[in-house]
């Protein structure tokens, strides 16, 4: 099939695979928009792509596969897949939806990683990547897939406490353990993630979890242990052909829980993109993990009412600084097998190196419902948490497929499948059990990290194209004092780290830096100290240089106003459009605050057509 070997998309010869493509795209679309059901059953457009590097010889070479689901939104598009043919890197990807999927046309895209522990390490890989490449992984890649049919992607050994937990050696692919498999795996990947926060001020690897069947029977949610029935057609549809193929290669698969307001579009790809998600290696299990203050979470008859009401930060968020040691809770809905109990993962960086702890707390009668506070706290220690519920063991799949196989062979099973007689899984036995689990997304404390702030005004204006960027102006505001905790802009106190002024304890000063994350173009205005003022009593910090890039600034509890343009202030507004523009605003050493703002959208049907465009950026 010359479409699908080694033309890609681009119709390189006139052979009509562009035009082949693009039919079978629309009617998938179709299929999509047809079947989605709002608040009953909501679908999603996607597909997969299927990029691995090519056997070099060395065994270890012949399992690079680098494959991502790309999933969008809604019905906004691109003309047809970007494929690993014609995009073959992940930067050239995520470039190419960068242009086609974004803010002036409505798409939005996520890129998720699937069975990492077969890319050779390689799936959270960095080499060679530049600033823009960081950003959009950053943007499209929220998301990774930690166990699905061809095993799990957690991690190989828990090593952390002596041996003692083991509870990483579950459905791990032998073929896939080897020591340069390791890197690939997911909790191996948060921590390279939490290394360069670490050393760079930034992590690119910042992602929740999910998981899914990868069925190729399109069977999908069906992971049953006890009706397994294969998952790619006649090489494994009997219980034979599945215990002699490959049995510990394989598993049903996992499924992943989204926490939202309501089943709709809308509501689920927020919760998509904000990583309140959870994993399961099959059962229906819920689970909800939160950072609390306070309160008495586990005796709260609505939780996670109180919990949300004090501040609390859910799966797949990031705490605010801390001083004093955070206390988590997890609260666990078994499906039909009671739950044993949840393991507190924790990966922090001390003296410059990634320590891993597990914290094993046993469940008593449901609700299944602890607290954990963390015993090694240091509030300058980057760090993650998520909790892993497991259940009471239960019969693995190869356990019914042997029991059937006994049925129907009853005098040659032994024969046919010997490693049936054994219950021990280290010695190839096949009759054993499993303790099925759910993972929930991290919790990440990033002390330094930009806190995201709301953009209640943005406007850029330029006149570079036609040769006068003294023209230029800059205007940003922000005002927080309706949103969340950890989303609202804090006023620094006089003489701390982040006191801008002479006073300030970091010797002050501050920085505003505009940037686009999709192009890379970027501007920093470094605001001296001398030209900070504190207000009385501490209430607000002002900025005045009539003559810089930057003007003036204006700093109080909730309220952010900084004023700029001219020559001197160097982001041009050349291209046919920006998309985003994201601003960020640093006073001494604290952390920065940061608003990533699309172009607003006027007309019938909403456009940007006006707001971005040559020489205009508008909020």
């Excluded at 399992?63 to 939104?73: G, I, Y």
Aim: include cysteine; hydrophobic fraction near 35%; glycine fraction near 10%.
């Amino acid at each position: 099939d010359v479409c699908s070997s080694d033309l890609g998309f681009t119709d390189l010869a006139g052979s009509g695979c562009l035009a082949e493509q693009t039919t079978v795209w629309g009617a998938e679309n179709a299929a999509t928009e047809t079947a989605n059901d709002p608040c009953t059953f909501t679908t999603f457009h996607a597909y997969e792509w299927t990029f691995a590097l090519s056997p070099q010889g060395d065994p270890q070479q012949d399992k690079q596969t680098l494959h991502k689901n790309v999933l969008f939104k809604d019905a906004n598009v691109p003309a047809v897949p970007l494929d690993a043919l014609d995009y073959p890197t992940s930067p050239t990807l995520w470039a190419a939806l960068a242009a086609q999927c974004n803010a002036a046309n409505g798409c939005e895209a996520l890129t998720i990683p699937h069975n990492m522990n077969q890319s050779n390490g390689l799936a959270f890989a960095l080499g060679g990547y530049g600033a823009p490449d960081l950003n959009r992984m950053m943007k499209f890649q929220r998301l990774a897939e930690i166990h699905q049919h061809k095993a799990s992607s957690e991690c190989l050994t828990d090593t952390a406490d002596t041996g003692a937990v083991t509870a990483c050696d579950f459905e791990v692919n032998p073929e896939y353990a080897l020591p340069g498999d390791t890197a690939g795996y997911a909790r191996p990947g948060l921590e390279s993630g939490l290394t360069r926060f670490a050393t760079r001020g930034y992590d690119p690897l910042h992602f929740g979890f999910v998981g899914a069947t990868d069925n190729h029977d399109g069977t999908m949610g069906n992971v049953a242990e006890a009706t397994w029935p294969g998952f790619i057609g006649s090489r494994d549809n009997t219980a034979l052909r599945r215990l002699t193929r490959n049995p510990f290669k394989t598993n049903p698969g996992g499924i992943t829980g989204i926490w939202a307001e309501e089943n709709t579009r809308d509501a689920l790809w927020a919760a998509l993109v904000r990583r309140e998600t959870f994993a399961t290696s099959g059962p229906k299990i819920r689970v909800r993990f939160y950072e609390y203050t306070g309160g008495d979470p586990c005796g709260d008859p609505g939780f996670p009412a109180d919990v949300v009401a004090r501040g609390g930060v859910p799966m797949g968020g990031t705490m605010p600084f801390a001083d004093s040691a955070p206390s988590f809770v997890v609260y666990a809905l078994q499906d039909v097998t009671p739950l044993a109990a949840v393991d507190l993962v924790k990966a922090s960086i001390v003296a410059g190196s990634v320590v891993e702890s597990v914290h094993t707390v046993a469940f008593a009668a449901p609700p299944y419902c602890v607290t954990w506070t963390d015993p090694a706290f240091d509030p300058a220690a980057p760090a993650f948490y998520y909790a892993r519920v497991r259940e009471r063991p239960t019969w693995r799949w190869s356990h019914y497929d042997c029991e059937r196989v006994k049925a129907s062979n009853p005098t040659d099973w032994q024969t046919l499948v010997p490693q049936c007689a054994s219950s021990d899984p280290m010695t190839g036995g096949l009759d054993t059990t499993i303790q099925e689990r759910a993972w929930t997304s991290p919790i990440w404390y990033l002390p330094g990290e930009p806190v995201t702030v709301r953009a209640t005004a943005l406007k850029l204006r330029d006149a570079s194209v036609a040769g006068n960027p003294s023209k230029r102006r800059f205007f940003f505001r922000s005002i927080t004092r309706h949103d969340a905790v950890g989303h609202r802009i804090v006023l620094p106190a006089p003489g701390s780290a982040g006191d801008p002024t002479l006073a300030g304890g970091s010797g002050g000063g501050a920085t505003v830096t505009v940037y686009n994350a999709g192009t890379g173009a970027t501007f920093t205005a470094n605001l001296p100290a001398e030209k900070w003022k504190s207000g009385r009593k501490g209430s607000r910090y002002s900025f005045r240089d009539p003559g810089g890039s930057i003007r003036r600034v204006s700093v109080a509890a909730d309220k952010l106003v900084v004023h700029g343009g001219r020559s001197g202030f160097g982001f041009a507004l050349d291209a046919p459009s920006q998309g985003a523009v994201a601003v960020q605003v640093r006073l001494g050493t604290a952390a920065p605050w940061c608003a990533d703002v699309p172009a607003k959208t006027s007309g019938k049907p909403p456009t940007t057509s006006r707001t971005d465009r040559v020489d205009r950026f508008l909020e």
